[in-house]
């Protein structure tokens, strides 16, 4: 994305990177003068607006654009950091100064300082990640309203809203270090998302979709993401409780994202180091049932976490994370590899597109296999111990018979460990939720203790 440098008149996302990338270079060429033996600056530029409509009148309507330039400055093993959000050559020199000062009266850390040099890309390949949409704000209404309308007259019980929302957003990166690396490039993030409240019986239950997309032209009908927030709201009402027992859990696909969260935080160098994760000495050994096979990919062309490098620089690669349940890597920025005695990842920033392979059955299928069991709905609070892997949530979901949803249940807790939950995955769904950086079609569980009356 390198080019001649003509800095715009006015700073934009297309004709940006050689302005931004201008001053990366003059903050990083100060901080020399200024007698760093080491520099990182980053710079970006955003804008768009986003739109909410609540039933079916527009409650707000708003633009963003934003600036801003971060530098990190080491002398020696000692660093400092400062930012501004103003790119004027002036608050620039002001800001490396700060950060210069900082660093010299900063502790001796003898792990600090840039990536490797030799892990720096030598090209920034394009991952097709800037799809800008010119729509204008009454369209964007009008997609909105559509959307919401398409909820609330789904079905007769579909009986109040909290609105829909549409927002178009594209920015510019540009990175670069004092080993003479700098690269950026040019990303959209188009969303449109609605939620509703269903009531019969004097009870109410809300829900919500969502749809986010690099290219427009890849997101859903808004009639279609309403229409389904209505469903999903509807299909939870007359839930009752359930008495206490163990049974299969299966977690759909958009709840399943947030069980491989825990893994990527569980193998973090930050945890690691700290030995504050329940997978703390486990690299090439079994974390998962055999069956389970997870990749990164960070150059998946228009998916939301792609980057050709991390926020250190480092290029991204795509390799394996769990082979056949056995743990081969973890995420790594240099920082925390170098306290580890080991090599970054290009993990700095975390995870680019974490792959769950299907295991070949449809949604359907693993409901069947699982025969009697909990399909969870929606999953409430933070209850995960991070050391232990000690895993207990709130839910609501649909209990399933004879490999049959039957009926909603609320009120729920559903309890396990992740090293047992992990081990005791019968089945990942082909119904891939792409809207996130994991990527994973619906999980089910051999057992996990639900709690209810």
Known sequence: MSG??????VLSVTGGF??????????????????????????????????????????TLQHQRDQGLGITVWFGHRKGSTSTSDLRPAAIEESVRKACTLARFGSED???????????????????????????????????????????DSDPRVSNSEGASLSVSEGLHVYGNSHGFIGGYPESNHSLSCA???????????????????????????????????????????????????????????????LIGSLLSAISGGALYRKASFLVDSLDTPVFASR???????????????????????????????????????????????KLG????????????????????SFAELVAKMDRGLVIADLMGSGINPVTGDYSRGASGFWVENGQIQYPVTEITVAGNLKDMYRGILGIGTDVDRRGAVLTGSILIDRMTIAGS
């Open 292 to 338: 389970v096979n997870i990749d990164e990919r960070p150059h998946l062309r228009k998916a939301l976490a792609s980057a050709p490098f991390d926020e250190e620089g480092v290029a991204t690669a795509e390799r394996c994370l769990v082979e056949a349940g056995v743990l081969r890597g973890y995420l790594l920025g240099s920082y925390y590899a170098r």
């Open 342 to 361: 080991m090599a970054s990842t290009g993990n700095a920033g975390g995870a680019h597109n974490l792959v769950v392979q299907p295991t070949g059955e």
């Open 110 to 152: 003898a792990h600090a300082g840039l990536a490797d040099a030799d892990r720096m890309p030598t090209k920034v390949p394009d991952l097709d990640l800037y799809h800008p949409w010119d729509l204008r704000p009454d369209a964007a209404i009008e997609l909105a309203t559509a959307c919401e309308a398409a909820a609330l």
């Open 196 to 258: 509703v409240v269903a009531s019969a019986d004097g009870l109410m239950e809300t829900d919500y979709e969502y749809a986010v997309v690099r290219d427009p032209r890849d997101l859903p009908a808004a009639a279609i993401v309403g229409a389904e927030a209505g469903r999903r709201a509807v299909a939870r009402l007359g839930g009752i409780k359930l008495e206490t027992r163990t049974a299969p859990v299966l977690f759909p696909a958009r709840v399943a994202r947030g």
């Open 4 to 9: 001649p440098r003509k800095t715009p008149a």
């Open 18 to 59: 050689d302005s931004l990338a201008e001053k990366v270079s003059d903050a990083l060429r100060l901080a020399r003068e200024l007698g760093a033996s080491q520099a990182e600056a980053s710079a970006s530029f955003g804008t768009g607006f986003s739109v909410n409509v609540r039933m079916r009148e527009v409650e």
